[in-house]
């Protein structure tokens, strides 16, 4: 039977105080002899422990405000419960009742919060004094953490059961209620700006049902000092420079279940831009070049983040040329009357910093090799902040990591730092779905798994299978990113692909390929890739009613092909670019043994423009060529469009074709072209949640055949469409729907594009 003991230790030491002050024993004189010192009541604590906390000896005359001290240590000590000193002739008699011990700690209804997270802030713990300032202090500290996880409606309850021995088990028996949500949040003083403008901006939210995946609608103290400086930031980014948060107050409701936010601000005056210029000690400097590549210029609405970002800018310009040691200050001047500032951006030789060491810190999967070998520094070299914003770059564009972030850090000796670099690993680990519809054949599923870091050495194993009604692919490989310890990729894919009926049942096809791959930089921003293919090619149950052109061409054939792609890339990431370009050219040579012969030639390029943090243009387009050595081509090897690279069409569904049999001959020649822009739909960010919009043109012809049956043009086909793009919990979503709004007549549609990832 559990039974709530509360002693009061307080009013038990005033009994005894006052006990001594009467005749119960004998009453002390001003001053008493004290020849014997008696313990009564104890059981585990040794006399000595307690002669040495009343600081009594036998033999030596003790006053009334020594005998108070000694009981005071008494009670001090965290020992006793209880304790009485009693005089009995020239004895001092000390009744003691010890503290239990801790038997067990027990933390029951906790569901938000681990027994581990709570047990690791308490003081009581097995086999240590029970007291009931540790109880008081340690329901407190229980109740704290719930309301730093946002549930202040959390009610606490410690429960003590008495044991054998002198022992207790100490039960806190939780009640964690409902998050504290934030019921609604006002601005106050706010002209310039919406309240939903100025919510948009800051981190917390107003409850809303949908916002089950994040916790941002839960109050934290924290989080509102956060935002505190998220609008400042904001109003700053905007030009107002005298902007102020006069008080920011969260007021909670009875129940304890709801918070009020109210932001008080004065907003001031919206600022412009008035002189812009650079001063320098280096003579060498040409500041005339380097001020016309400050992005913004007198007349401006003044913004913090322009002023950062030029801040960011030059350091770069100044390190490409040679200029690694640079201290850049802005000075501001603020005309209160005239609401300019004048912005000096002041230029300075710093101080020459060697990097001493580098840190790395949160890889519990990833070796430690596998990051260094994407930077462009190392122990001993000078510091070089644009160097070190391309090491960062070269980081994130693994794959690997949520986040990166590279600083300098103090050293012992001053013209040296040590580079701190902090990561959160990702899961790399990736299933992925691709699928369709299309009108040749119905269904179409596509499952890749990949391991992006393999044995955490940044290896990538791949597999996939591509299923459909009249295609079956399996494939399989491994690249190595440091081959041999050099900057020297290495890699392997096996496949297998049986088309069955394909193209209109007009024939059966078995594949079976390898193909090797080794690529390399050239330089910064320039990669060099080749690779071997050699491949079996075997076509099998010719249909009778197949064109005359496939009929030709029934035949076993075995690929050697040589490719060779160059690379030039300036995107600001690879994995989510929003900036930059990147161009490519693609050559193919079939003729190295084997018995297909051919040259293939491609150029590709897309473009990525950022018009907010939120909305982002991608152009791009392809162009390939084809020439046949000496032989004809295959109708297999040559260019077909559709699917991810035509959407509205189905793959290969664009194509020269026989009109009498409907089959796809392929192209020598064919371009593409894609327009799509990405853009928020008015969800709260936290969903994840992008719509997208898309234009798409291409067109493929000279597929070589002659005869009236041959259909064969470079009539454009095109397709406008919608899409969404959902960065859910468990992966990537990706759905189009395409319309075409040019094709021929025996074109292949599919209307619905749709893929998905997960990542473990």
């Known amino acids: 039977m559990r039974g709530f003991v509360i002693v009061s230790n307080f009013s038990r030491f005033f009994f005894a105080l006052a006990f001594l002050m009467t005749c119960g024993g004998k009453a002390l004189q001003a001053s008493t002899l004290i020849q014997d010192i008696q313990i009564q009541g104890n059981q585990r604590i040794e006399k000595e422990t307690i002669l040495a906390q009343i600081e009594l000896v036998p033999g030596k005359a003790y006053n009334q405000e020594e005998i108070d001290q000694a009981l005071k240590n008494l009670f001090a000590s965290g020992l006793f419960s209880d304790a009485r000193l009693e005089i009995k002739g020239q004895a001092l008699i000390i009744h003691i009742k010890e503290n239990p011990i801790v038997n067990q700690v027990v933390i029951e209804g906790n569901d938000k919060l681990s027994d581990e997270i709570l047990k690791g802030e308490l003081q009581l ?213 005239k609401h300019l500032l004048d912005i000096t951006f002041v230029i300075q030789e710093g101080p020459k910093v060697y990097i001493n060491k580098i840190d790395i810190i949160g890889n519990d999967r990833t070796d430690d090799e596998v990051i260094r070998r994407e930077l462009k520094v190392d122990e001993g070299d000078a510091f070089n902040s644009n160097k070190m914003k391309h090491s960062e770059k070269r980081i994130k564009d693994l794959g690997f990591f949520k986040k990166v972030s590279l600083t300098k850090q103090p050293s012992d000796n001053p013209d040296k730092a040590d580079i701190k670099i902090e990561i959160e690993e990702d899961r790399t680990g990736e299933l992925s779905f691709g699928g369709g519809f299309s009108t040749a054949d119905g269904p179409l599923a596509d499952i890749r798994f990949a391991e992006h870091n393999f044995r955490g050495k940044g290896q990538d194993l791949r597999a996939g299978v591509t299923y459909a009604k009249h295609r079956q692919e399996y494939s399989f490989g491994l690249t190595e990113p440091y081959f041999l310890g050099r900057e020297l990729m290495a890699g392997f894919d096996v496949y297998r692909v049986t088309r069955t009926r394909y193209l209109d049942a007009s024939y059966d096809q078995q594949i079976h390929g390898l193909s090797l791959l080794m690529g390399y930089m050239l330089a910064e921003n320039l990669s060099q890739l080749w690779t071997y293919t050699i491949q079996s090619d075997k076509v099998t149950r010719v249909k009778e009613h197949a064109s005359r052109f496939l009929r030709a061409q029934a035949r076993n054939s075995i690929l050697s092909d040589i490719g060779h792609t160059l690379t030039y890339d300036r995107r600001d990431s690879k994995i989510d670019p929003t900036t930059g370009y990147c161009l490519s050219l693609n050559n193919e040579f079939a003729g190295l043994g084997g018995t297909i012969k051919y040259l293939k030639n491609q150029i590709s390029g897309s473009h990525f423009y950022s018009f907010s943090d939120d909305w982002v243009l991608e152009a791009s387009a392809r162009y390939g060529i084809m020439v046949g050595l000496g032989k004809k081509t295959r109708i297999a090897d040559r260019y077909i469009l559709g699917g991810d690279t035509l959407r509205g069409f189905s793959p290969g569904g664009v194509s020269p074709r026989d009109k009498t049999t409907k089959d796809a001959l392929g192209g020598h020649q064919f371009y593409s072209g894609s327009l799509e822009l990405t853009f928020p739909i008015g969800l709260p960010n936290e969903f994840g949640v992008k719509g997208a919009t898309f234009s798409d043109v291409g067109s493929v012809w000279q597929s070589k055949e002659k005869g009236p049956e041959v259909l064969d043009h470079k009539k454009p086909r095109a397709s406008v469409g919608m899409g969404l793009r959902w960065q859910s919990p468990m992966g990537p979503l990706r759905i189009d729907i395409a319309k075409t709004i040019a094709k021929n007549k025996l074109d292949e549609k599919q209307v619905v594009l749709f893929g998905f990832s997960t990542r473990w």
Do not use: M
């Open 125 to 337: 713990r097995p086999r240590q004094v029970y007291t009931l300032t540790r109880l008081r202090n340690d329901t407190q500290r229980i109740q704290d953490l719930y309301r730093l996880k946002g549930h202040f409606a959390a009610v606490v309850t410690p429960q003590i059961i008495k044991r054998e021995q002198n022992r207790v088990d100490v039960v806190f028996e939780v009640k964690e209620g409902h998050a504290t949500v934030v019921r609604k949040i006002f601005f106050i003083g706010n002209k310039k700006f919406s309240e939903s403008k100025l919510e948009s901006t800051i981190q917390t939210k107003e409850t809303r049902w949908y916002r089950f995946f994040t916790a941002d609608d839960t109050f934290d103290s924290d989080r509102l000092a956060y935002d505190k400086e998220l609008l400042r930031k904001f109003y700053l980014e905007h030009g107002y420079a005298d902007f102020q948060i006069k008080s920011a107050v969260a007021e909670l409701t009875s129940d304890r279940e709801e918070f009020f936010i109210t932001f008080t601000l004065e907003e001031g005056e919206r600022y412009q831009v008035g002189q812009v210029k650079i001063s320098s000690d280096f003579k060498a400097l040409d500041i005339k070049t380097l001020e016309k590549k400050i992005p913004f210029t007198s007349g401006d609405w003044y913004s913090n983040k322009d002023v950062e970002g030029t801040i960011n800018l030059l350091v770069d310009e100044l390190g490409s040329l040679g200029y690694a040691f640079v201290d850049i200050q802005p000075q501001i001047q603020k005309d209160t009357e």
